[in-house]
């Protein structure tokens, strides 16, 4: 079985994988790194999304080992010394979340989002920019809040 | 109001688990020496078994066990069960069909149970899967309620030889049928409520674990209702007793129902822990959720209201079929009967409603609950009929509505329910004014001028919530009381551990039922935890459904909290020598009415368990105190929701332009939260409106098995939503509270089709009325506006 080596999270990590791992069960399996969650099997509810080398890409439809040497945040590596990002502050101020199942994949999406298109948000714009994210609970009105608001403060 | 008592839209406490990734559901959780279940689903709708060959499956590496119905049979391991007993018109009992948790020598619906495979790893079970040889005669398929009912059609079960598993009826027909006879006008309307499938964010997920030291089986599962899935597993399936066995529902990724029951896999994987003798794991992919999950609704419904000449309502009957699919889930026969026609009355004085309904096995997935549960299907109907007869008799339909609201309560409707508290005006004229209701007209020009079609459709919806007392709805079949029960343990040093039998899976409890303890205590929301959703840590419960966690489950921690504030006054007369009857609590602090005498909570608590200032025999030592509470009555939450959309007619895309719900829930806790309850509904309400629909083929093949398919509202199908609020208080519950957990999903739907129907002109479009549907329908629409 192939060793697969990665930094996740700032850490160095490596494992052995069956070479048909998906990066969402490297994670989740081998570095028990359970935060990023799986919601379907085709591609399209976005809980398993992370950032790999700064870009949000979906976890479950990448193989862990065509992203050797990769650099991959998760929803445990967004906080940074202890203190949450604003985007974290901004789903909790705006009850941008219940069961919380959809949250960290919804989270590392709306930093993406803010990375690619700034800290000013229409809400048209989230709302197309969320194609790629299912929540069941929330109805996605206090999730565009909360992106909206978590943009700004992104911006300092 | 406190910054963090009843009545403060606080910040949830819950909240920080989630945002970092440290929540913990059933598939974060891993057990030493864990092995993985991967289930055998039947291909066919309908088909017998006649040999299931594992040889080969047995074979493949890492594969511990290949199991089917003979092994579970051969353990006696018993059938899953239907837990409400309905009765038909001639008062012969519903024919439920046996359920086995693997097939026993049938299959009845495409992802039905056929083997498990337990392995080393999941991809060795689900390689292993492929290898079982199953021997199966094909048998037709019968999906289609009408079919089913036909004579000759394929017969799903034996005991059943009609597929009918019940003509159950409610209401007075005679009183009815006088009703209709003196009508001047009765509107008539054939109705589709569509199939859904509820799609939890968390595909439901075991983990079995059995303890040979101890002879006992732990069981972590995705559940609502971790005490009725015990009871179920160890009193009906012979698991275990309930003292060895323990289930666990941790963090749980929403439920909307579909986390009530009590399913094969659970079963199945607790059971097989012992038999592999190691902790066996399954969680479901987003496929086996579509195909095994219970889904929800799928009614087909012909109604006629009776009106006099003045438009006041003089009788309603309906004719109801409901699909069960292929086999009875838990709760599944009382959707479509006792959660369904006593929701008839609407809001308004109906002085004759008669309900039949149908119960229909189909060679489809089980129907049970989803989000609402047979109070949505009750308020399409009405709310259809209602917007419909006002458009023939040409009165507004806002008036029409008003001059038949019930305005007197308590107001006992013909179909059981007593509605005890509400003011169908107030929410009305709110939501009017919010929607700026009056200048509609002026936007449908505007929107004429765009070459869009505008409408506006309104919804006055009541629903029954609390799901109790329990009396009652023994009565009517359930086989368990609907109480809920509390354990308030208060710490030496004054912290709070509240025990509840509700479950809390994205309502907010840790934090709604801490402010109760608040509020009450006097001592900070961070110094109260909630323990939750473990039958070996909280005493037997009830769970969560039917929005019932504040009206029933608050309102046993509100018992509880009587207990301990009398118990707690003695302890502070001992310390604060005076007489018990002389003490007042406010604020957090005892003391002694008339003096500035006073002693404070943690104080007290501490002085209770050290137990120095009193003698153990006049007073027990110590502060905790649990109680059962059994409500007096249903809730009966009512609001008006309004939606106002565009349809563009060359493309049949609707737009819903706005959104305003005017609820009344009684007291609210948290204000932030049943926000929140609010918008999440009604999100899915649109998505039945607009998007979402089970469609099975003639063959029995589930052609919406994936988000590919199934169509989930998105961020972009769904506006910001006007909320409001307008309150009664509930008299039936010490808090006031009605609940508020399914008024969206119940509310959308009719006011979704009641404005594209007014945007086309006709009553026409089905739900869900995908852009292809409302474009089919525009069509007419159109070709009608170019010949005025
Ligand atoms: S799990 Fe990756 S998109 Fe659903
Ligand atoms: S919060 Fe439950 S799915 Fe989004």
Redesign the interface.
Known sequence: MPVVSMTVNGKAVSADVDPRTLLVQYLRENLRLTGTHVGCDTSQCGACVVHVNGAAIKSCTALAVALEGANVTTIEGLAQGGKLHPMQEAFRENHGLQCGFCTPGMIMSAVDIVNRKGNKLEEKLIREELEGNICRCTGYHNIVKAISAGAEAMGG | MSMSGIGAPV??K??????????H?T??I?RPGQAHAVFLRSPHAHATINRIDASAALKMPGVLAVFTGDDLAADKVGGLICGWMIHSKDGSPMKAGAHPALAQGKVRYVGDHVAVVIADTY?QAREAAEKIVVDYTVLPAVTDMNAAVKPGAPVVHDVASDNTVYNWHLGDKAATDAAFAKAKHVTKLDIVNNRLVP?????RAAVGDYDFGADSFTLYTTSQNPHVARLVLSAFIGIAPEHKLRVIAP????G?GSKIFIYAEETVCVWASKKVGRPVKW?A???EAFLADAHGRDHITHAELALDDKGKILGLRVNTKANLGAYLSTFSSSVPTYLYAPLLSGQYDIPAIYAEVDGIYTTTAPVDAYRGAGRPEATFVVERLMEVAAREIGVDPAQFRKKNFVTKFPHQTPVIMCYDAGDYNASLEKALEMADYKNVGKRKRESAKKGLLRGVGISAYIEACGIAPSAAVGSLGAGVGLWESAEVRVNPIGTVEILTGSHS????HETTFAQLVSSRLGVPIDNVSIVHGDTDKVQMGMGTYGSRSGAVGMSAIVKALDKIEAKAKKVAAYVLEASDADIEFKDGKFSVKGTDKSVDFPSVALQAYIAHKFNGQDLEPGLKESAFWDPTNFTFPAGVHICELEIDPQTGVTRIDRWTAVDDFGEIINP??V??????????GIGQALCEGAVYNKDGQLLTA???DYT?P???D?P??NVGMTQTRCPSNPLGIKGCGEA?AIAAPPAVVNALTDALGHENVPMPATPHAVWRAAQSTIAKQAAE
Do not use: C, L, W
């Open positions: 910040r949830r819950e909240d920080f688990r989630f945002i970092t990734g440290k929540g559901y598939d974060d891993n991809a799609n939890a964010m968390e595909p963090d749980v990724g929403g909307f969680t992919d987003r496929t899976h994205g309502q907010g932030m939260i926000e929140g309850q609010v918008h999440g509904g009604i999100a899915q994936s988000y590919m989930m998105r961020a972009d769904v910001s939503y969206g």
